[in-house]
Structure formats: C-alpha cells, structure tokens
C-alpha cells in the first residue's frame, strides 16, 4: 500500500473514532456535552415528576433518561444490575426488605414525596356497610401489606399482634370479627380488581394511575401528618457508594420550590411532598 494512502486510511480512522466519541453522553467534558442520567421509575406519579424536572436538569448539564416499570421488582434488581443510575418508586421500609430478601446493596438518598394509602370501594360503598364474609384486597409484598392491614385496623375491621409492626400479614390479624376474606394481590392489580371485591387497599401511585385521589374517593386514608407519611415516603434509591456528583443536582431539583408547588397544584392532596 502506497504512503499516501496509508496517510488518508489513518485519517479516515481518526475521523470515525471521533465520531463515535461524540455519540457517548457518559460525562462532561467541559466543551458542552452532556452527563445522562437514567432512573427508572413507576408511570405515576414518579415518571410525571421526574418529566417536570428534565429541563432543570439539562440547564445543569444532565440529560434525564426515564425508564418506565409497572412493578416493583424490576427498578431495583435492574439497578442493582447497574442498568440504571438510580430509580424512584418505593419508600425505606420496603428498599429495606428487598435488600435483605434480595442480596441488594441499595440505598436511599432524596426524599421527594408521600403518597397516601387509600380504603376504596369495590362493591361496597362504605366501611359501614361491611358485611360477615366480605372480601378485601390488600398488597402481597410484605411492607405495603403490613401497611394496608394497619389502616384497616384503624378502621375497626380487624386487630392484629402488636409485635408484628411493618412485617404483619394476615397471619398476624388476631381479631377479625366480620371474618373478612382478605385478598393479597400484586399491588398494581388491586384497583382492576375492586369490581370483584367489596373493599380494596391501594397504594397512592396505583390510585392515581386508576384515576382515584386519596383525599376525594377514598373511604380512609392515611393521614399527611401521621408518622406513615415520614415512614413511607418516597425516595430516590441508587447502588450503595454511587457519590456522583449528579446525585446532588438532582436532589436540589426534586427539593426545589418549583417541585413543592407542581406536586400540590397537580396531585391535590393524593400526593405530599415532604421536603
């Protein structure tokens, strides 16, 4: 091969590879580009948040990258997978019996918001119309069925064992005297199921997605102030040790003014920011 064109093919080479490193959005080089950042995130109303802050985020050099899920196993074993840079779906207690369940190393970095569990009706209008035998659909992963069977024992329906706390099922109901059929289901199936039940409870994000509000259809709901809205918020969880400098950003976008009024004006009460 000639010297000449050993030259152009090595230039044409360069070119290429240069291309391709444009192509990458991994990390800022200080010439403009852009550092992506992909959470994974249940549709409603985590995705619609993180929606609301990708401008934000771009005026500080971060592309928002949204990766959607319908449940709550996928998020966190696809970051634990690193397949994801973080996600946002869950609160504390639940994170923390996936990683005990799961052999995860996760952890939560930013609280954003509350979203309040709900009592609705399926065939049954109202608690008081509860009958012998009725059936209840509660979640079936562990923290979230704990938590639907504490506000039904606020509600007079059943009583459980007081040492059973966030890991009570309906193993641990000591009372039940309409002897309630008690359901457990996958979360995000329940409000598809209330026109076979008589009463189900639902987590807020399945809620709103179903088009129901906590504060409006609910027939009790957990209270704002309650110690479950500092228990269960909602958090940004990322792979344990992950200290890049995005994370920071991102907390001061999800905590910034302009998140408190978008969450308030939008969600109405079905959603409570705690920041």
């Known amino acids: 091969m000639k010297k000449r064109s050993i030259v152009l093919l090595l230039a044409v080479m360069f070119v290429l590879v240069g291309a391709l490193a444009g192509c990458g959005t991994s990390g800022d080089n200080g010439d403009g580009d852009t550092t992506t950042l992909r959470i994974g995130a249940t549709p409603v109303p985590h995705s619609e948040i993180l929606e609301f802050i990708k401008p934000m985020l771009l005026e500080e050099g971060i592309e928002l990258e949204i990766v959607e899920f319908t449940d709550y196993v996928q998020p966190n074993m696809a970051l634990a997978n690193e397949e994801l840079d973080a996600n946002f779906f869950q609160h504390v207690p639940y994170l923390e019996d996936f990683n005990q369940n799961n052999d995860t190393a996760l952890s939560a970095v930013i609280l954003v ?163």
């Open 113 to 275: 918001h509350f979203e309040p569990l709900g009592i609705y009706p399926g065939q049954t209008a109202s608690l008081e119309d509860i009958q012998d035998g009725d059936k209840v659909a509660v979640p079936n992963d562990t923290t979230n069925e704990a938590r639907a069977l504490l506000l039904l024992q606020e509600a007079g329906l059943i009583e459980l064992d007081p040492n059973a706390g966030l890991e009570a099922t309906i193993r641990n109901i000591i009372s039940n005297p309409k002897n309630l059929d008690i359901v457990e289901l996958e979360a995000a199936q329940i409000s598809r199921a209330l026109p076979d039940v008589n009463i189900g409870v639902i987590n807020g994000n399945y809620a709103i997605q179903a088009g129901l509000n906590a504060g409006e259809d609910a027939l009790m709901a957990e209270d704002k102030e309650s110690l479950a809205a500092q228990t269960f918020a909602n958090v940004i969880v990322i792979r344990t040790g992950d200290d890049r400098e995005m994370f920071e950003t991102l907390k001061t976008a999800l905590q910034s003014d302009e998140v408190r009024n978008f969450l308030e004006e939008k969600y109405e009460g079905a959603v409570v920011p705690v920041f």
